[in-house]
């Protein structure tokens, strides 16, 4: 499970919200037993503070998190701005899918034979020199005719597939990074799922 915290577009304060949140939740999950995988990180403006952290746990631990899902309201007075009238500050967390991504193994791909067309003459239509590469776990399939020999086709479609699939795993990963963008402007600064207080960042 991927979980996502965001100060948004938030000052100071918020970036420190998130600092202190994702402690917090360091140490929940380690006392169960576990631990947090960094996969992202946005550094805050101020040394040590963070904007936002992408982060997985274990799908047996993901318990832990859920409760925390939606905005998190910090209630102190600014470290950097004593005399400010402020003293909420609101953070997200997001619990995200985690992208479907195709490893490739030739062990996984199914060659089919078929009989090739296009330029060669007579020769080429009558041998099934052609071949179909399909990755079975993705359904996604090159084909490869223009060479005589059906070795040489089937290391062109081979490299194909791998290109193809690359490509594919590319665009999964694009589409899932601007919808986590997309989080940081949906902040709700309002209706908290939990409330921490005071420099020590207590869970009231």
């Not at 009558?126 to 590469?133: D, L």
């Amino acid at each position: 499970m991927w979980i996502q915290i965001t100060s948004g577009q938030g000052p100071d304060e918020c970036e420190l919200a998130v600092t202190k949140f994702f402690e917090y939740l360091q140490n929940l999950v380690q006392s169960a037993g576990s631990k947090i995988d960094v996969l992202e990180i946005s550094e805050g403006v101020k040394k040590g503070n963070l904007q936002s952290v992408l982060f997985s746990v274990p799908a047996e631990y993901s318990e832990i998190i859920k409760p925390f899902k939606g905005s998190i309201l910090w209630k102190c007075i600014s470290p950097y701005r004593p005399h400010h009238k402020r003293k909420n500050w609101f953070i997200e967390t997001s619990v995200l899918e985690e992208p479907s991504i195709s490893t490739f193994n030739e062990n996984d791909v199914k060659y089919e034979t078929m009989r090739s067309s296009g330029p060669g003459g007579q020769h080429v239509n009558k041998t099934e020199s052609g071949v179909r590469a399909t990755h079975i776990p993705s359904g996604i399939s090159t084909t490869a005719m223009e060479e005589r020999s059906q070795h040489n086709n089937k290391k062109l479609a081979l490299a194909r597939l791998a290109d193809k699939i690359a490509e594919a795993n590319s665009n999964v990963l694009g589409e899932a990074k601007q919808s986590r963008w997309t989080k940081h402007l949906q902040i709700e600064r309002g209706n908290p799922v939990a409330t921490f207080s005071g420099p020590n960042f207590k869970l009231e």
